[in-house]
């Protein structure tokens, strides 16, 4: 059976840090990339996602938003992908394809490129063209009142004034990669920068990330539970297993009959990574992995 197939363009643009060409500048053309140096001021529409929250439920309204970006010089790459490709493995080799080009070119020439300002697929008026890396997740919750929000946000400058200055330091490094790890689109991406957390604390100095993440959780939330189950429990084995599938054998996708076990990997170390950030800030570990553990 022939896979339906939709192509829409993959745009990357980059700022250069070069003067702008009086005119565009085609460096490459075929059927399925295009990529040219771009000068002076213009303006991207895109699709968008926008969360629709209301107290009793949950909704995805599709929108526009214009970017603009100012003079300069400006490397444009196109490829094209099937966008009827529910497995997103087309959409996946465009960006990669887009940034095996950017990379070599930094190779060759280290200063040029100055930072990625835009990668997506572009709209036209009165079209939305909404591009997604990977699908979306809505998380319903129950309502919390202002009053809770300004009370909490006062414990948690407090929380954070009262850290050492090292342990500090480790908070925000381990902040800063989980955060990425929540923003990512690449569910690659989520697992890579989720599991740095994990190296930052608990493992902090050891490479031997697995065991010393089962010897933490065993020593200060669940010392009731042998540790070996606990370890088996929680999934960290196999969370290693696809890092150094991705680190070391170089796995760009994740096969479209292994998604559902990815996501349910990847719920499970996004738990840890929570769970290792709430006992360095201090932060009571409640039912975090109780789904998994209990």
Do not use: C
């Not at 250069?16 to 303006?43: D, Y």
């Not at 599709?62 to 790459?77: I, R, S, V, W």
């Not at 929570?274 to 975090?288: A, C, F, T």
Request: proline residues 6%; aromatic residues 8%; glycine residues 6%.
């Amino acid at each position: 059976m022939t896979q339906p197939d939709l192509q829409l363009p993959l745009l990357t643009v980059y700022r250069l840090r070069r003067s702008p060409p009086e005119a565009e500048l085609q460096l490459a053309k075929s059927e399925t990339m295009q990529i040219s140096i771009v000068g002076g001021s213009f303006s991207i529409l895109r699709g968008v996602n926008i969360p629709d929250y209301s107290s009793d439920s949950a909704g995805v309204v599709m929108g526009t938003e214009q970017l603009f970006f100012p003079k300069g010089a400006y490397l444009f790459l196109v490829s094209k992908f099937n966008f009827l490709d529910i497995s997103g493995f087309s959409r996946s080799q465009a960006t990669l394809k887009n940034t095996e080009f950017a990379s070599a070119l930094d190779l060759k020439f280290p200063h040029l490129i100055a930072e990625r300002v835009f990668e997506g697929v572009p709209s036209k008026p009165n079209e939305i063209s909404v591009d997604l890396e990977s699908p979306v997740s809505l998380t319903v919750g129950p309502p919390i009142s202002d009053e809770i929000v300004l009370e909490n946000t006062t414990t948690i400058l407090q929380q954070l004034n009262t850290m050492s200055a090292i342990q500090r330091s480790r908070f925000q490094l381990a902040s800063r990669w989980f955060r990425r790890g929540s923003d990512a689109t690449s569910e690659i991406d989520r697992l890579l920068f989720w599991y740095i957390v994990l190296e930052i604390y608990p493992a902090q100095d050891s490479q031997d990330v697995p065991n010393l993440v089962v010897k933490f959780l065993h020593q200060q939330i669940y010392p009731d539970i042998d540790i070996k189950s606990l370890k088996e429990k929680i999934g960290i084995g196999h969370l290693a297993s696809l890092r150094a599938k991705i680190v070391h054998d170089g796995q760009l996708n994740i096969p479209p009959n292994e998604y559902s076990q990815y996501e349910g990997r990847l719920r499970q170390l996004q738990a840890l990574a929570r769970v290792s950030l709430k006992h360095l800030l201090g932060e009571p570990v409640l039912n975090d992995l109780d789904e998994w553990v209990k």
